[in-house]
């Protein structure tokens, strides 16, 4: 099976290059400037040059607040690049997967999200990746959609390697504790990748197609609140370093952005363990394995 991975310089690329793939799997990854989602003369070079059987979308304009600015730059990555990804693929009888986000919701939801519930994003970042799903479900029928929320690995810039730094140079810090989600590692995201992949390609060739394509939820089990994220993260690095700042919990409303986010960014993710049998950890356990990466690395804010 011939697997092409799209944004390999970003968190979830990065860690399924070094996922591990069947030996059957002939995996090739792409980046920037050798594929571009804004400019389609590239998504078709790509296309035609590796003939995959499988494409992998891992990229995304992920600039939340910048998004509300620079808006059309975002619609054009998130929206107009996969729409011309998913049209390629079906033209070639490719199938596609495709990362989008808890942001297509508005977090009002009390209880965590399922993959029928309404979609109405808060923000420009949100509405771009809405708008590439639908593209992706009308131009691409072999596909699965897979939403995710508070991806974090040892690759890349994130939440967990920010609150390193700044743990590390000031006594004290103020993070949301009114927005409730649940951390993701790009590595779990890679594995379950690896698996829906694996049921691709093992799909029965004569008959009907018997791959459950559709949208799914996939995060870390569990939930935190960002508040509670930091807190796990400052109890590592006081247990590695002897050092952490105090944390004080702060409402959303004591930290205004120029994108609203959601409060509520649970993801039930019940569809996908019915569907390819994928459980993910505990997302504690998936952070303490990224924070032995790091530290064994010696380069935890970089």
Not at 37 to 52: F, K, Y
Not at 97 to 118: A, C, L
Not at 195 to 217: K, L, M, N, S
Request: charged share 25%; net charge negative; hydrophobic share 40%.
């Amino acid at each position: 099976m011939k697997i092409l991975v799209l944004g390999t310089s970003g968190q979830v690329g990065h860690a399924l290059m070094r996922a591990s793939w069947p030996a059957n799997a002939d995996v090739v990854g792409l980046a920037r400037p050798a594929v571009d989602m804004a400019d389609p003369g590239s998504l078709d070079r790509a296309m035609a040059e590796h003939a995959p059987d499988l494409v992998v979308n891992a990229t995304a304009y992920t600039a939340v607040d910048k998004a509300e600015s620079e808006r059309d730059t975002a619609f054009a990555i998130n929206r107009d690049g996969p729409a011309h990804l998913a049209a390629a693929c079906a033209a070639r009888g490719a199938a596609l997967i495709h990362i989008s986000t808890d942001y297509v919701f508005d977090g009002s939801k009390p209880v965590p999200y399922v993959e029928d519930d309404p979609v109405a994003p808060v923000n420009a970042y949100g509405a771009s990746k809405e708008a590439g799903e639908a593209a992706v479900r009308d131009l691409a029928p072999r596909h699965v959609i897979l939403r995710t929320s508070w991806v974090y690995a040892a690759h890349g810039a994130n939440f967990v390697k920010t609150m390193l730094r700044l743990g590390r140079e000031r006594p004290e810090l103020g993070v949301v504790a009114d927005q409730i989600g649940a951390p993701t590692s790009a590595d779990d995201i890679a594995s379950t990748i690896v698996r829906i992949a694996e049921r691709i390609a093992a799909r029965t060739t004569e008959g009907p197609d018997d791959v459950p394509w559709g949208t799914y939820h996939l995060t870390g089990s569990g939930e935190t609140s960002w508040f509670g994220f930091a807190e796990r993260i400052f109890q590592r690095l006081e247990r590695e370093e002897g050092r952490r700042p105090t944390l004080r919990a702060i409402a959303t409303a004591d930290y205004p952005t120029p994108a609203r986010r959601p409060a509520n960014s649970r993801l039930d993710c019940g569809r996908l363990r019915a569907a390819f049998g994928v459980e993910t950890p505990r997302w504690e356990d998936s952070l303490d394995r990224v924070l032995d990466e790091l530290f064994q690395q010696g380069s935890g804010p970089n």
